[in-house]
């Protein structure tokens, strides 16, 4: 049991965070305005939950320009994804064993 | 509590990951209006071509096109193209509806990756039939047609309901078995068009759009 929380990665302990990991597992790349629009969360969120995931290394951050306008891309590291997909199997049994625990099957 | 906490968790990342790689807007009934219009068009092809010796009959594949007059082969493109363009014309209606049912972007990037993957297939299989008819090879357009549709679809349904493979198999393995049975191109195209189309259309319609509706 102890085991299996230390698991669960505190750095994706969040809404918002969950959400751009799971966009960038299952895609090359997400811009700053697909991860807004899918997340319905604001500006500032997003940047400072991007942010804070790049400085952990689980995504790196690509500016360019597109037709002379800003864009920024995200993508997930090789750290990120397996940090990810422990912190998904820490939920999955998390679950579990409390099911087992109790009895209950929800 | 914790618990409910990372179910609700756990449903996100899979919401997350579904809706962010797949377009899932498009609507069922679409289907069914673009096997309706497929029809008609085969119909008003088949009276166009009534009286004429079966064109898709050719008794020397190599042989021009000289013996179906070019007006009528001028009609034939120009039914093609006004189907394709009601079909695809009713789709994008149905689909922005949908897509604003479900409070989703018509235009993001996942719309934007269905139809480049959807069209780039297409797109080669229509000029793959221009040159067939350049060549009088007419007898392997509608078989021509099937395939290249088919594979578009299975192609395209990476990007949105894995259903979509489904149908383009089946369209596939029809415009296979066209290949043999020339003549009947006409007819083939419109069971793989038509009654396909509906088929699949009212199937998901009942699978998705009806009880949310």
Request: aromatic letters at 12%.
């Amino acid at each position: 049991m102890e085991n299996i929380i230390s698991n669960i990665n505190k750095a994706f302990d969040h809404r918002v965070r969950l959400g751009i990991m799971s966009v960038l597992m299952v895609n090359e790349f997400a811009d700053f305005k697909t991860l807004k629009d899918l997340l319905g969360a604001t500006d500032g969120n997003i940047a400072s939950h991007t942010k804070a995931l790049e400085k952990k290394g689980y995504i790196v951050v690509q500016k360019s320009f597109i037709n002379r306008k800003p864009n920024t891309r995200y993508l997930t590291t090789v750290t990120g994804k397996k940090a990810f997909k422990k912190h998904l199997e820490a939920l999955e049994k998390l679950l579990n064993t409390d099911i087992m625990l109790t009895g209950t099957d929800k | 509590m914790e618990n409910e906490r990372y179910l609700k968790d756990l449903s996100e990342i899979k919401n997350m990951m579904s809706r962010s790689s797949k377009f899932i807007s498009l609507s069922g009934l679409a289907g069914v209006f673009a096997g309706g219009y497929a029809l008609m068009g085969a119909i008003i092809a088949m009276w166009l071509l009534e009286g004429n010796v079966s064109p898709f009959s050719l008794p020397d594949l190599s042989g021009s096109v000289n013996f179906l007059s070019s007006s009528i082969i001028t009609s034939l493109v120009l039914i093609a193209i006004i189907v394709l363009v009601l079909a695809i014309g009713t789709a994008v209606y149905l689909t922005t509806r949908k897509a604003h049912k479900n409070e989703q972007q018509i235009w993001d990037t996942t719309s934007r990756r269905l139809i480049i993957n959807f069209f780039a297939p297409l797109f080669a299989g229509g000029i793959f039939c221009l040159v067939l008819l350049q060549y009088g090879l007419i007898g392997l357009i509608a078989p021509s047609m099937l395939l290249f549709y088919g594979l578009a679809l299975v192609h395209a349904s990476k990007y949105t309901f894995g259903d979509l493979k489904s149908l383009g198999y089946a369209i596939v393995t029809l415009g296979l078995i066209a290949t043999q049975f020339m003549e009947y191109g006409l007819y083939f195209w419109a069971v793989g068009f038509g009654i396909f189309h509906i088929i699949y259309g009212i199937w998901m319609y009942n699978k998705y759009d009806r009880n949310k509706a």
